[in-house]
């Protein structure tokens, strides 16, 4: 083999390498993450390079659910835990026990989530969207129109705090992510 061939086989292994990385992350929480299902509010913008996708916004995401988070006195792009349980309405849904500027430690049926703040949305976690597929777009849209109020996200959420989203559901309806 000569060395021009060495050298576009190293070339294409390392890009092919690159691109195999990106969804590896997302591959691995979903594998091996805790499950939580999260209530949410979608919203329904369109992009012309990302195609459609929903905007979610969790009830986490804001002060009102998620306690503590005002005592931490976040500034725009500050790292924060949140540690979650199951919620006490018996629907499966989790819910924000408080909000730390460290790692807090999980009980047994508890998870922490790490999020940033940002100044003008709230929390981020890193599944705050979902893309939908063309074929069902207007289906969803109708479906979470009429049920918004029914909305939650699965997600995974892995030992190092990271969050992946799983399905989405709105009453008797559920899309896999």
């Known amino acids: 083999m000569s060395n021009a061939h060495l050298r ?18 997302q591959l691995w929480i979903r594998a091996t993450g805790q499950t939580v ?8 913008p369109y992009s012309i ?49 408080g909000a730390s500027a460290s790692r807090p430690k999980a009980e047994p049926g508890q998870v922490a989530l790490r999020g940033r703040w940002r100044r003008w949305r709230g ?15 207007q289906a969803m849209a109708e479906v979470f129109r009429n049920r918004q109020d029914q909305a939650v996200v699965e997600v995974k959420i892995a030992r190092s705090g990271s969050a992946a989203i799983v399905r989405i559901r709105a009453g008797d309806r559920t899309y896999e992510y």
Do not use: C, H, N
């Not at 576009?8 to 992350?25: R, S």
């Not at 998620?66 to 309405?89: C, I, R, S």
């Not at 929390?123 to 777009?137: F, K, L, M, Q, W």
């Open 8 to 25: 576009f086989g190293l070339a294409l292994a390392l890009q092919l390498g690159i691109l195999a990385v990106i969804p590896a992350g």
């Open 123 to 137: 929390a981020e976690y890193g599944i705050e969207t979902y893309y939908i597929p063309e074929d069902v777009r």
């Open 37 to 44: 299902l999260l209530k949410t509010a979608p919203v329904d």
């Open 49 to 97: 390079l990302s195609g459609y996708y929903m905007t979610l916004s969790y009830e986490i995401s804001s002060s009102p659910g998620l306690p503590g988070a005002d005592k931490l006195q976040l500034k725009d792009g500050d790292e924060f835990w949140v540690l979650l349980a199951p919620g006490k309405g018996g629907d499966g849904v989790w819910e924000a026990m």
